[in-house]
C-alpha cells in the first residue's frame, strides 16, 4: 500500500502542479523519493520536525499550492495541536498522510504503533479520515483527497499485502462499500484489516455483511443504519484502539438513530508491544478466526 501511494503521487505530480510533498527523514520507508526523482523541486525533507513541517504546510497552502505532508502516523500526532490550530481551525488545504498506521510497525514496539490517529483526527473539525482497504483503493484515494478542497487525514499502514477490490471506482469520500451481502449480522470494518474481516464472514455459517468503511468521517450514516435495519446486530473491526474510531463512529450514530447490538473489535486500552505484525493481531483478536467468534457471539446475544 505504500508502494501503491509513492507511485500514485508520481502520476498525480503532472496533473497538478500546485501539489507540493513534504516529508521528515521518512522519504524512502514512505515511498515519496518517488516523487522527488521526478519533481526535484517540488519535494522537501525538512528533517525530524513535525510540527515545523505542519506549519510550513499551511503557509504553502494559503498561498494556493496543495501541500502534502507524509510522515509515520504515529510520528505525525505530535503536531496535533499545529494541525488543530493552523490547518484544521482555519479549514486549510493540507493533505495529511500518515503511514505505518496500526500495529503493522510491529517489531518497531508501542512506541511506533498509532492506535490512536484515527481518534485524534476525527475529532477535529472540518477534517476528512480516511482509510482505505487495500493498494487499489489507495491510488483512488489519494487522487481523490488531492482533488477536494479542505484538510484530509489519509491513514495506511507498513507492509500489508492484502487484495479487497479487483476493478476500477471503488473510492468515493463519505461513502462506504457493500462487500458480501447478508442478514444476520453487519459487520462494519475499515483499513486493510477488512481482509480478515471478509475472510472471517467467508468461514461462518452466519449470514453476515461486510461493509468496508474507507471513510471514517464524514461516515456514509445512510449505509451505517440500512445495514443495522437489516441485520439487528453489529460488529466493527479496526486496527486501532477501540475508543474513538471506527466502531464509536457506528455505535455513537446507531445509539441515537437505531439501536442494535453493538460489538467492538480493536485493540484494548492499552499500548501496542513488539512482535511480528501477525502475533500482535492475534493477540489482539483481529484475526478472521477471532472475528468469527465474536460474530457468532453477538448472534447468540441478540436470540
Known amino acids: 500500500m505504500r508502494r501503491a501511494f509513492g507511485e500514485s503521487l508520481v502520476r498525480l505530480g503532472e496533473l497538478y502542479e500546485e501539489l507540493i510533498v513534504l516529508t521528515g527523514d521518512v522519504g524512502n520507508p514512505t515511498y515519496v523519493y518517488k516523487f522527488k526523482d521526478r519533481y526535484p523541486n517540488r519535494l522537501f525533507n525538512l528533517g525530524i520536525s513535525e510540527q515545523d513541517i505542519v506549519g510550513v504546510a499551511a503557509g504553502l497552502a494559503l498561498t494556493g499550492r ?5 510522515l509515520f502516523s504515529s510520528f505525525l500526532m505530535r503536531a496535533w495541536e499545529q494541525i488543530r490550530n493552523t490547518i484544521s481551525r482555519a479549514n486549510l488545504n493540507v493533505k495529511l498522510v500518515g503511514t505505518h498506521a496500526g500495529l503493522t510497525a510491529a517489531d518497531d514496539g508501542a512506541s511506533h504503533q498509532a492506535l490512536e490517529d484515527l481518534a485524534l483526527m476525527r475529532v477535529l ?8 482497504g487495500d493498494p487499489q483503493e489507495v491510488k483512488e484515494a489519494v487522487e481523490a483527497i488531492i482533488e477536494m478542497k479542505g484538510p484530509v487525514y489519509l491513514r495506511i499502514g507498513r507492509d500489508e499485502d492484502v487484495r479487497i477490490f479487483d476493478r476500477d471506482g471503488v ?55 440500512s445495514a443495522a435495519k ?44 513488539s512482535g511480528t505484525h501477525r502475533e500482535l493481531l492475534e493477540k489482539f483478536g483481529l484475526t478472521a478466526e477471532k472475528i468469527r467468534s465474536v460474530i457468532k457471539g453477538v448472534i447468540r446475544r441478540r436470540r
Open 171 to 225: 473510492f468515493r469520500i463519505g461513502k462506504a462499500t457493500t462487500l458480501m451481502d447478508g442478514s444476520d449480522v453487519a459487520l462494519f470494518s475499515t483499513g486493510s484489516i477488512t481482509a480478515e474481516a471478509l475472510e472471517a464472514a467467508r468461514c461462518t455459517d452466519t449470514s453476515v455483511r461486510v461493509v468496508h468503511v474507507s471513510t471514517i468521517k464524514p461516515l456514509d450514516k445512510e449505509a451505517v443504519i
Open 230 to 273: 437489516s441485520c439487528g446486530a453489529v460488529v466493527c473491526v479496526e486496527e486501532h484502539s477501540v475508543i474513538g474510531g471506527l466502531g464509536s463512529a457506528v455505535a455513537e450514530l446507531l445509539s441515537l438513530e437505531y439501536p442494535v447490538p453493538v460489538a467492538r473489535i480493536g485493540i484494548g486500552d492499552t499500548f501496542g508491544e
Open 66 to 70: 496543495v501541500p502534502l505532508v507524509t
Open 125 to 132: 473539525p472540518n477534517m476528512t479520515v480516511v482509510a482505505p
